[in-house]
């Protein structure tokens, strides 16, 4: 397994390129999902921050669909011999907007591939850069990492919760349905299974419940910051920290610097537990 692991490093420097559209029917459909009682957008329109990430989505033919319901592995994100993979975080820098009507091109390249013992044995991360270009320029520039583990041990306790980063100055509670799980997953095109097949992210992967979407908390920490901060968000460091799942409260927090010039971010669980980190600068 070790020379196998360390044989995906050639992917590093792999890179594929795509084309989206900002649409009114896209944007539309994400407020509708993110519960917002927005005009109807028009074109022209500056697309919110963070909205972005919804864009681009993986597409690949149904024949070449993973168990897990993500594509297969090996055709742009290395061949990973791991069954779990998740969203572990991201660091975005925003240097122009996007507007609705816009036509967008995106390249994407392995940047890393890091192989790691944990607490939960190896785990393999994969880091992409993406740029995202606009008619205007580069608009946004960023870097994910995407974490590949093997399967827990069953008997082994649960990792202690980490504490909340600050103290909430901004806070907004949300309870995700497996109805809100599902649109949005459908809105990006994601077919991972723990977001929908309660029976397989039950009994296969031996989570709770149905897992929360990673995008669409890092979204939520936007919309927080979106709605409080004085002016737009420009750098956005996140990191997802343990999962959350459908049916229970999440809290969305924030504290702003004295200067207001940046924030600390973090979501938790029903029970306290620190599930995403973040931080942001602002304009």
Request: aromatic residues 8%; neutral net charge; hydrophobic residues 35%.
């Amino acid at each position: 397994m070790s020379a196998e692991l360390e044989n995906l490093k050639k992917w590093i420097g792999e890179q594929e390129s795509g084309v989206d559209y900002v649409t009114i029917p896209f944007v539309h459909r994400l407020a509708a999902t993110l519960d917002r009682d927005d005009a109807m957008p028009k074109m022209g329109d500056v697309l919110p921050v963070g909205w972005h990430a919804s864009l681009f989505p993986r597409v690949a033919r149904h024949a070449q669909i993973g168990p897990d319901g993500h594509p297969a592995r090996g055709d742009f994100l290395p061949p990973v011999p791991l069954p779990r993979r998740m969203f572990a975080g991201k660091r975005s820098t925003f240097i122009s907007d996007l507007r609705i009507g816009d036509e967008l091109t995106r390249v994407s390249t392995i940047k890393d591939v890091t192989i790691k013992t944990g607490r939960t044995g190896q785990m393999v991360f994969v880091t992409v850069t993406a740029d995202t270009t606009s008619p205007r320029g580069l608009a946004i520039s960023e870097e994910q990492d995407i974490v590949y583990r093997q399967d827990p041990d069953k008997n082994a306790p649960p990792p202690p919760p980490q504490p909340a980063p600050g103290t909430a100055v901004w806070k907004n509670t949300v309870t995700p349905t497996e109805v809100m799980l599902f649109r949005y997953s459908a809105l990006t095109f994601n077919g991972h299974r723990i977001h929908y097949d309660y029976p397989y992210v039950t009994q296969v992967e031996g989570y709770p419940g149905l897992v929360m979407n990673g995008g669409l908390t890092t979204l939520l920490v936007y919309e927080l910051a979106r709605a409080h901060a004085k002016s737009p968000v420009k750098i956005m460091i996140s990191r997802n920290v343990r999962p959350m799942f459908a049916n229970r409260a999440i809290s969305v927090c924030g504290e702003p610097s004295a200067d207001g010039k940046s924030a600390k971010l973090w979501t938790q669980d029903d029970t306290g537990a620190l599930t995403l980190s973040a931080t942001a600068e602002f304009a």
